[in-house]
T-cell receptor, first 113, second 111 residues
């Protein structure tokens, strides 16, 4: 399957700090999704991106669809303790080869109060 | 977005037994999927559940081990057969509209 490289693998930050994580691939994608997964729960969709260069916000979260269509970025501003969790990126290939989304390896975020 | 529920939410099973996980969606959806998430890992697609026909399995997953039913557009089941400790994972039902949404997962522990 497709390899989506997500970095960093884990982050430990102080409450109030900003967070950046990214997802890269050698393939071109036509859709990027970002999810957050709390312990014992299923992933919850945070942001969806549909075209190159698109910048979309959801509260303190901002995500961008990279110009090359091979990467995406997620930023969290002014982190709070409830931001703790694992963040996954997911991408759908261009051209679409079967409706499947491929998932990144995840970024584990710990926020220290 | 679709609301997805799964039953059971968790179970502890003995080696050699089988468990059937149910997934119910509150609206009709064309695309339903089953994923596995092993401890500390990302999500791995097991199969696409096709309504009225056999599921489409990904490489490394076979129907004898993970039989899937999809009797209608709102319901699917995944059975984990002849379980071993290596099957201990979270199993997630998912649906795709424009984006992809997940159920809360079933946490399976095999002793």
């Amino acid at each position: 399957g497709q390899q989506l490289n997500q970095s960093p693998q884990s982050m430990f930050i102080q409450e109030g700090e900003d967070v950046s994580m990214n997802c890269t691939s050698s393939s071109i994608f036509n859709t990027w999704l970002w999810y957050k997964q709390d312990p014992g729960e299923g992933p919850v969709l945070l942001i969806a991106l549909y075209k190159a260069g698109e910048l979309t916000s959801n509260g303190r979260l901002t995500a961008q669809f990279g110009i090359t269509r091979k990467d995406s970025f997620l930023n969290i501003s002014a982190s709070i303790p409830s931001d703790v969790g694992i963040y996954f990126c997911a991408g759908q290939l261009y051209p679409d080869t079967g409706n499947q989304f491929y998932f990144g390896t995840g970024t584990s975020l710990t926020v220290i109060p | 977005s679709a609301v997805i529920s799964q039953k059971p939410s968790r179970d502890i099973c003995q080696r050699g037994t089988s468990l059937t996980i149910q997934c119910q969606v509150d609206s009709q959806v064309t695309m339903m999927f089953w994923y596995r998430q092993q401890p500390g890992q990302s999500l791995t697609l097991i199969a696409t559940a096709n309504q009225g026909s056999e599921a489409t399995y990904e490489s490394g997953f076979v129907i004898d081990k993970f039989p899937i039913s999809r009797p209608n557009l709102t319901f699917s089941t995944l059975t984990v057969s002849n379980m071993s400790p290596e099957d201990s994972s979270i199993y997630l039902c998912s649906v795709k509209e424009n984006e992809q949404f997940f159920g809360p997962g079933t946490r399976l522990t095999v002793l």
